[in-house]
């Protein structure tokens, strides 16, 4: 396992990052990446193991469901990026297992390379969405052929393959790229249809940054965002050669769907369970500043806040029974996919609505309350401080730190990054509707049905009443 001073080394290695039209020679030395390399650091320094054949608790399979249910924890305690090579390593599992069937060499190479990537202890990040170009034409049809990525060149010792992979998040700190197709591929796609692992130093690999990083010089405004943010890289696959120990999938069309599909299943888990902890945290805030506000027992906020209350409390239930409804098999512990679509889904769905009622408790000062500079002004401080204050008990700049907490979190640039991935985070709310309808037992329900409504199904499939 790697320290985090280790760490930090690792990523001398010529990747090629740009950040707002520069190249970035040195992503410790940037002023909106520094922080996130220290994050990235400080996790592994907390779950470093001595020992040639020690496993980080972050990349360890789970092999049931009180496994599964002690390994949220302590993601929610780590960085993003941990959290996405978790995700990663589960979707590589869980991908093996699915095609070991059919493509037993290939489940072979991923497994061996799932364990190697435990020994190293390497951030891994998943690069799935493709550039796409006219969305309504499928990728062997697109005016730009690169507009999903693909295979260019088979060689005799691997592939060359060129595209972009969009939204990804930390891939600049991250040392492998696990690129798969972004959908099921068909007859005459072969070349699209290509699953591999990519170094991120690769020639050829080019990364382009955005961030939503505060922008501003006093980062206690920012409790939130200033604690959490990861740059997002749009992956740039300038023909890049892949050897053959690293490819998944090449050309098989017909198992290309099973990758976007095994790594739905674990961003939705991943999804479901954030959302189960920031829905808690949502009706905190509620409450806090309706008390603050004097509101507390007005019935129009008691009703709001009853409400974030039972959305929070069936989100925390559907992440529970994904998780005790699991399916373990030789390979590891697996999510139920009924509960996790269907609860990622419902959770996405309403987030909005959230927020909504949060924002009307609050008041605008969620967006105007002074900054924490202001309340130490020998000048504006004491105002500040009287006129933010409401009553005996609730201190001006108390009330201002709750206010610049909900903004950060729903209402900045944070909380717009956040309001978009909720929604679009494992595929968005289509594919979670469709997931949720192949595994919900419908035939179960229609008999429950016909039962009730006293109709029997007669041998000859003809329903006839009793």
């Not at 373990?328 to 909504?356: C, D, I, Q, W």
């Amino acid at each position: 396992m790697m320290t985090g001073e280790q760490y930090k080394k690792s990523l001398y290695d010529n990747r090629e990052t740009y950040f707002e039209g520069e190249r970035i020679r040195d992503v410790m030395k940037h002023e909106h990446l520094a922080d996130c390399v220290a994050r990235i650091a400080a996790g592994y320094d907390r779950f470093y193991k001595p020992g040639a054949n020690a496993v980080s608790d972050l990349m360890a399979i789970p092999h049931s469901a009180a496994e599964l249910r002690d390994r949220i924890p302590l993601l929610h305690e780590s960085d993003i990026v941990a959290n996405v090579t978790y995700q990663a390593i589960m979707t590589l599992t869980t991908a093996a297992t699915r095609i070991a069937d059919i493509l037993p060499e290939f489940s072979k190479r991923i497994l061996e390379y799932v364990r190697d990537a435990q020994r190293r202890d390497i951030r891994i990040v998943e690069c799935i969405t493709d550039a796409k170009g006219d969305r309504s034409r499928p990728p062997g049809k697109q005016d730009d052929p690169d507009a999903y990525t693909h295979v260019i060149e088979r060689r005799k010792d691997g592939v060359v393959i060129r595209g972009a992979k969009l939204h990804i998040t930390g891939a600049s700190l991250c040392h492998e790229l696990m690129v798969i197709p972004t959908k099921a591929m068909h007859p005459g796609e072969e070349s699209y249809a290509i699953a591999c692992m990519v170094p991120v130093n690769s020639p050829g690999v080019r990364i382009v940054d955005t961030t939503y990083a505060p922008r501003h010089r006093d980062l206690r405004d920012f409790p939130v965002s200033a604690k959490t943010h990861m740059p997002e890289g749009f992956v740039i696959f300038d023909d890049v050669f892949v050897p053959n120990e690293r490819i998944f999938l090449d050309g098989q069309v017909a198992q290309a769907a099973i990758f976007a599909h095994s790594l739905g299943l674990w961003e939705r888990l991943g999804g479901l369970s954030g959302m189960a902890e920031e829905a808690d945290q949502m009706v905190g805030f509620a409450q806090l500043i309706a008390e603050a506000n004097g509101l507390a027992k007005e019935s129009h906020v008691r009703e709001k806040i009853s409400e974030m209350i039972i959305h929070a409390t069936l989100i925390r239930a559907a992440l529970e029974a994904a998780i005790a409804n699991c399916q373990v098999t030789s390979e590891g512990a697996f999510p139920n996919e009924l509960y996790t679509n269907a609860g990622k889904y419902h959770g996405a769905a309403n987030y909005n609505l959230m927020v909504r009622h949060l924002h009307d408790i609050s008041g605008g000062s969620v967006l105007t309350a002074p900054s924490i500079a202001d309340f130490e002004n020998e000048v504006t401080g004491p105002l500040v401080r009287k006129y933010m204050g409401t009553m005996n008990g609730v201190d001006g700049e108390y009330r201002a730190r709750l206010f610049h907490a909900i903004r950060d979190m729903t209402a900045d640039a944070f909380g717009g990054w956040k309001a978009v991935t909720n929604v679009q985070a494992g595929g968005g709310l289509y594919a979670q509707r469709i997931v949720t309808r192949r595994y919900y037992d419908l035939n179960g329900a229609k008999k429950k049905a016909l039962h009730v409504a006293g109709i029997d199904m007669g041998p000859d499939g003809q329903k006839t009443g009793h």
